[in-house]
């Protein structure tokens, strides 16, 4: 209690005094990665620091794995998750902010040869092709019911990184996730331009920062949220995808 109390100090002496919030979080490339010298970085971490330092506050970042962070989090043993779905339950232990970082773009991704711009929607299609997907991720209601029903079959992979390689070695024709982390992992490949995005998007989820109701004032939250609206505002996100994507 006592922290708690010292924390909720801080926070209300206003912005100018130096504090930092600890993040819980894991591996999530190109959103949460670690550089050659161990510091966390990524689209994500970036719209973190930069809204923080407007504010006067240092992110400590504290890389695990899902079930970890989200545990220290929600049993207010840290300050802030990322990154984070904003439901029901959650907000019992959890403050969001109005605004999410970005949308996980979930779409059906073919290699640039792929003759076709766009997906009809209908998953019986699919069924003539090889699709792959990393093993137990959704992608949309609609793609998983149609998955779960036998529509079509998928060949499952431990990664979005083996999941790119097979495609562009011709072992897959088409995958299902997040586009971002596809086209990371095809720059890093050396082949930045060989992937197809087939429109629209399978599904949209926004994902945001989440912080523990007991370490961090809700006043605070609102702050942040101010500054990340902003900082998104001025086309921080493309900026930022132009830095790690390409």
């Known amino acids: 209690m006592k922290y708690l109390v010292l924390f909720l100090i801080i926070i209300s002496c206003g912005t100018s005094q130096a504090k930092t919030i600890e993040i819980q979080s894991f591996i999530f490339p190109p959103y949460i990665m670690l550089n050659a010298q161990g510091r966390a970085e990524g689209i994500i971490i970036d719209l973190i620091d930069q809204s923080f330092a407007k504010l006067g506050v240092d992110a400590d970042y504290q890389l695990s794995n899902w079930a970890r962070a989200y545990a220290k989090v929600k049993t207010h043993q840290s300050q802030g998750l990322i990154p984070t779905m904003r439901t029901t339950d959650r907000e019992q232990f959890f403050y969001y902010p109005d605004t999410a970082f970005l949308f996980l773009d979930q779409h059906l991704i073919a290699t640039s ?90 599904g949209q989820v926004p994902v945001y920062l989440a912080f523990s109701k007991e370490q961090v004032d809700e006043k605070f939250v609102e702050q942040f949220d101010q500054q990340l609206k902003q900082l998104l505002e001025q086309g921080a996100l493309a900026q930022l995808e132009a830095k790690y994507l390409q």
């Not at 069924?127 to 137990?136: E, M, S």
């Not at 079509?152 to 790119?164: A, C, I, Q, R, Y």
């Open 113 to 202: 040869s792929w003759s076709e711009n766009s997906f009809s929607g209908d998953f019986s299609e699919l069924d003539a092709y090889r699709i792959g997907k990393v093993r137990n991720v959704r992608i949309s209601p609609s793609f998983d019911a149609a998955l779960a029903d036998k529509v079509f079959d998928v060949d499952k992979h431990n990664s979005v990184e083996g999941l790119v390689k097979s495609l562009l070695l011709g072992r897959l024709d088409m995958i299902a996730t997040d586009s971002r982390q596809a086209l990371l992992v095809a720059t890093q490949e050396g082949k930045p331009h060989s992937l197809k995005l087939l429109k629209p998007a399978l």
